[in-house]
């Protein structure tokens, strides 16, 4: 049998929504919960994304039981001081054993009632 479809997202939660970064640098943890049908879920990176300039912060998390088809993947995002104030949109590539690679879009996540972005002020 050959696996040929990618993870799927179940779950997304953030410590926090809204950060601060005029004193220090911000920290929020997040955890993501994803499924997958045959070769189980290996890693997800989660991506925020300024709404100015092409800055970013990421984090990317790696099942620590590879071949499990449910996963709940955890780490922490930075944001640097001074980093660019507004709504960062949220994007995750989630992929499985064998590749297959999931992209789920901001749009995507507010439709399916999981944080869709962080705010920075």
Not at 91 to 97: G, N, T, W
């Amino acid at each position: 049998m050959t696996d040929t479809t990618p993870p799927t997202l179940t779950g997304l939660t953030l410590s926090s929504r809204l950060i601060h970064t005029s004193r220090a640098p911000q920290s929020i943890s997040v955890t993501l919960s994803a499924t997958d049908d045959l070769s189980g879920v290996a890693a997800a990176t989660i991506f925020f994304e300024a709404p100015t300039a092409s800055v970013r912060a990421t984090l990317r998390s790696t099942n620590p039981h590879p071949g499990q088809l449910a996963a709940t993947l955890t780490g922490t995002a930075t944001w640097p001081q001074y980093a660019p104030t507004g709504r960062w949109a949220i994007r995750i590539v989630a992929s499985d054993q064998c590749g297959n690679l999931a992209k789920v879009y901001a749009a995507e996540l507010a439709a399916a009632g999981m944080p869709s972005s962080i705010l920075t002020e």
